[in-house]
């Protein structure tokens, strides 16, 4: 086994964190759905990948982080509506989406997916598809909701996280908007 297969790695991705009393809401929205099938994502989870990198080199985290400070934002905090209810049948997975994207949302993972583009991250082509996991190893149709969803997650920064053994771990954030 050589010395680069044996590098310690984390798993990271770029996200838009939830606000605590958004992700309150949005619990109490998916509890009242009555759901008895899937596994419920924590609401302390709860946020929207702009762009996963996958298995990253512990040696690659700090030019990845100064790769991201390098980006230039649009200068204004960023609000995604997420007004849809969907199911990812192939993944399993309930989610709430945006009908329509914004275009400030689009610019940025686009930023970042030009900043990666020189670590080779093999996970960072797939198409984007903004969403908040509600549920995982869903396997039914999309739920009816006495109540639509109309949510408004609204960031002023973005961080990248790691995920480890269930849990997402903050490891640096960047503003949206200039202090």
């Known amino acids: ?11 990271l991705f770029f996200a838009l964190n939830c606000a605590p009393e958004q992700r309150r809401a949005i619990a109490q929205w998916r509890a ?6 899937g596994r419920p994502v924590p609401a302390e ?3 929207l990948t702009l762009l996963f990198l996958g ?24 609000t995604v509506v997420l007004d849809r209810l969907d199911v990812w049948r192939r993944s399993g997975v309930l989610l709430l989406a945006p009908a329509q994207a914004a275009p400030e949302l689009l610019r940025l993972v686009y930023a970042l997916e030009q900043a ?13 598809r903004p969403h908040l996991t509600l549920m995982r190893d869903y396997r039914a149709p999309v739920p ?15 961080s ?17 908007v200039a202090s």
């Open 55 to 78: 298995t990253v080199g512990m040696a690659q985290i700090a030019g990845v982080c100064k790769a991201a400070a390098n980006i230039r934002t649009s200068g204004v905090p960023l």
């Open 160 to 176: 990248l996280f790691e995920s480890h053994k269930g849990r997402y771990i903050a490891l640096a954030e960047w503003p949206l």
């Open 32 to 37: 009242a759905l009555g759901l008895n099938i």
């Open 1 to 11: 086994m050589s010395d680069e297969t044996r590098e310690p790695f984390k798993r």
């Open 144 to 158: 009816e909701s006495a109540t639509p969803p109309e949510f408004y997650l609204r960031a002023d920064r973005f």
């Open 116 to 128: 990666m583009l020189p670590f080779g991250f093999e996970d960072t082509h797939r198409e984007f």
């Open 45 to 47: 989870n709860f946020h």
